[in-house]
């Protein structure tokens, strides 16, 4: 198997490793003290980019499940 391939196929996990690892490389400037003195654009880059990962992972899921929408106009 390829490795776009495999990528394709298993692209939930992948998704899910991208998000440990953001996770990870913004623990210590940012996770281990949300409510520090940070500006509030920082706080609502955090909370959209949280959002945009799991948005990324909830489609990966539903698209692996097979449980894809429909639109009959």
Do not use: E
Not at 15 to 28: C, D, G, K, M
């Amino acid at each position: 198997m390829t490795l776009p391939k495999f990528i394709y196929r298993h692209s939930v996990w992948v998704f899910l490793v991208f998000t440990v690892l953001a996770l990870i490389a913004f623990w210590r400037n940012y996770l281990v003290n949300p409510l520090g003195p940070h500006p509030a654009m920082i706080h609502i880059h955090a909370i959209v980019m949280l959002a945009w990962c799991a948005l990324l992972i909830a489609q990966a899921t539903l698209i692996r499940i097979r449980k894809r929408m429909s639109l009959d106009l």
